[in-house]
């Protein structure tokens, strides 16, 4: 069965800092992707990033980067220069198998707070 | 259009009312979920349609009844609920393939509160 481990409940970090949100994952398929997402406090998940298993370079989108070290198992989630709108929730979520239709394993998830 | 919609935002009922949620996405995606999330939680997944089929059920109790008329809408009807079921219900629609990330795209979530 997959597992998504997120180790970190709460971090702060400085607006302009960069900070790096934690994520393991368990899985013993060959192909699988994995997510982030954010949850503001209003409740809609928004998406922010997808690597894929395959993927050789690591997702970027903006602000946002994905460390994928595929022998460690890990997805972080790098965040660059803060800002006070990242306040939020973050879910590192897993996907088995190639297509969709299928479910997302999400992570605990970890509360970020951003301070001026 | 990238947004999913959900209706109502807020809803309040007692435990013998009936209603429904509604869920619309016009992005063509051929995938539709519904989650359930509590406070301070992940979501956890209900229900998974396919192409307008439903195709995974995570044992949800039977006084959650989901409903996809065509492809843009998603229903889930409520009945006889309990206090526990109170929670935000999340809509979800995603493409359907094998070489994409098919990521899901969220709704802004319906908070149920059942007295």
């Known amino acids: 069965a997959q597992k998504i481990t997120q180790t970190q409940p709460g971090m702060f970090v400085q607006e302009k800092e960069a900070v790096t949100l934690d994520c393991t994952y368990d899985t013993s398929d060959q192909s699988y992707g994995l997510f982030w997402y954010k949850q503001p406090s209003s409740g809609e998940m928004i998406f922010l990033i997808y690597q894929g298993s395959y993927d050789e370079q690591n997702a970027t989108e903006g602000r946002y980067s994905l460390n994928f070290q595929k022998a460690r198992k890990s997805a972080n989630l790098v965040i660059s220069a803060s800002q006070l709108g990242d306040s939020a929730m973050y879910f590192c979520a897993m996907r088995e198998g190639p297509g969709s239709g299928s479910r997302l394993t999400f992570g605990e998830g970890t509360q970020l707070t951003v301070n001026p | 259009d990238t947004e999913v919609t959900q209706t109502p935002k807020h809803l309040v009922m007692g435990m013998t009312n009936k209603k429904s949620l509604k869920c619309e996405q016009h992005m063509g995606h051929r995938a539709m979920y519904w989650y359930k999330q509590k406070a301070k939680k992940p979501p956890e997944l209900m229900f998974v349609y396919s192409y307008e089929k439903l195709s995974i059920n995570e044992s949800v109790p039977s006084r959650f009844s989901p409903e996809c008329p065509n492809s843009s809408l998603l229903n889930l009807h409520l009945h006889a609920l309990q206090p526990e079921d109170s929670a935000l219900y999340l809509c979800?629609?995603?493409?359907?393939?094998?070489?994409?990330?098919?990521?899901?795209?969220f709704g802004p979530g319906t908070r149920l509160t059942v007295l």
């Open positions: 979800a629609s995603s493409s359907l393939g094998t070489s994409d990330s098919n990521e899901q795209f």
